[in-house]
């Protein structure tokens, strides 16, 4: 399977302020990657799909403003949450597509937490 | 709309007491049914894919089955590195929809 470095694993933030997260394709050029995220007890929610050179593709609910993804090369997009709150506390989890099948390969995790 | 419902949401097994877990979906065409395994703060693990009623997958203790309206994934004398969060996912046109997971704990 495919190799997907996620940055940083753990970020702490006070209210308000915006944070980037990094997710990187190490073996394999990713034109597609995908965004979710996980709340406690609960299972992985779609966030967004990145193409390469392209917008991102929201998921209904998930607000283009607030959660900003750019997508430049094969092998990195980014996810920052801007102007973050306490209720963005989550765990956010990139991954990649399109090698075989439509399986996805994920990243270890960022887990968020605003105060 | 397309829906996956796991079952049960956690189960506790002893060591080498085999069981199933169960992965119901709802969904027009299935282009495709994944398993993972996700350990407490990380990232999900591809385990299988299965894609037609049928289909068998196997990997060390776990199998996977696929019928028209569920797949089981079944552990055959687990170990405690078998606990974990299982999750099962359909493709919905290059999307994953994934059910909530069982949480599975085996004691030594």
């Known amino acids: 399977g495919a190799v997907v470095s996620q940055h940083p694993s753990r970020v702490i933030c006070k209210s308000g302020t915006s944070v980037k997260i990094e997710c990187r394709s190490l073996d394999f050029q990713a034109t597609t990657m995908f965004w979710y995220r996980q709340f406690p007890k609960q299972s992985l929610m779609l966030m967004a799909t990145?193409?390469?050179?392209?917008?991102?593709?929201?998921e209904q609910g998930v607000e283009k403003d607030k959660f900003l993804i750019n997508h430049a090369s094969l092998t990195l997009s980014t996810l920052t949450v801007t102007s973050a709150h306490p209720e963005d506390s989550s765990f956010y989890i990139c991954?990649?597509?399109?090698?075989?099948?439509?399986?996805?390969?994920f990243g270890a995790g960022t887990r968020l937490s605003v105060l | 709309e397309d829906q996956v419902t796991q079952s049960p949401e956690a189960l506790r097994l002893q060591e080498g007491e085999s069981s199933s877990l169960n992965c119901s979906y709802t969904?027009?065409?299935?282009?495709?049914l994944f398993w993972y395994r996700q350990d407490p703060g990380k990232g999900p693990e591809f385990l299988f894919t299965l894609y037609s009623a049928g289909e068998e997958k196997e990997k060390e203790r776990l199998k996977a089955t696929l019928t028209k309206k569920e797949s089981f994934l079944h552990i055959t004398a687990p170990k405690p590195e078998d606990s974990a969060t299982y999750l099962c996912?359909?493709?919905?046109?290059?999307?994953?929809?994934f059910g909530a997971g069982t949480i599975l704990r085996v004691k030594s």
């Open positions: 990145s193409n390469e050179g392209s917008k991102a593709t929201y």
């Open positions: 969904v027009s065409g299935l282009r495709g």
């Open positions: 991954s990649i597509g399109g090698i075989a099948k439509n399986i996805q390969y």
């Open positions: 996912a359909v493709d919905r046109g290059n999307k994953l929809v």
